[in-house]
């Protein structure tokens, strides 16, 4: 059974940092396509951050700089380390999987994590 945990979550003054985690069960990790999405408020789940099988990470303009997307194939974890934080990047954060497709669209992933949250004050 596929399982994806987060952790991590915190509350942070902006300009601050965190560093998630996403530890992934159940599936053959190395092979899969991995993402960072986020949901705030009354928005839309989206995408900023995806590595493919072969080390390939892409992101979204927004984070690009700040934010940088990470895996250890060997422990089969994937992480996300946030710098210069924002109060705009306060939303719940997942972490996604999917053997298929690799893009930022939320349709192409397949597991999902539970979230953790991420709160930043200004």
């Known amino acids: 059974q596929v399982q994806l945990v987060e952790s991590g979550g915190e509350s942070v003054q902006a300009g601050g940092s965190v560093r998630l985690s996403c530890g992934g069960f159940g599936f053959w990790f190395s092979s899969y396509c991995m993402g960072w999405f986020r949901q705030a408020p009354g928005n839309e789940r989206e995408g900023f951050a995806i590595?493919?099988?072969?080390?390939?990470?892409s992101y979204v303009e927004s984070v690009k700089g700040r934010f940088t997307i990470s895996q250890d194939k060997s422990k089969k974890t994937l992480y996300l380390q946030m710098n210069s934080l924002k109060p705009e990047d306060t939303a719940m954060y997942y972490c996604?999987?999917?053997?298929?497709?690799?893009?930022?669209?939320?349709?192409?992933?397949?597991?999902w994590g539970q979230g953790t949250q991420v709160t930043v004050s200004s």
């Open positions: 590595i493919n099988k072969d080390g390939n990470i």
């Open positions: 996604a999987a999917t053997g298929g497709f690799c893009s930022f669209s939320r349709g192409d992933f397949g597991y």
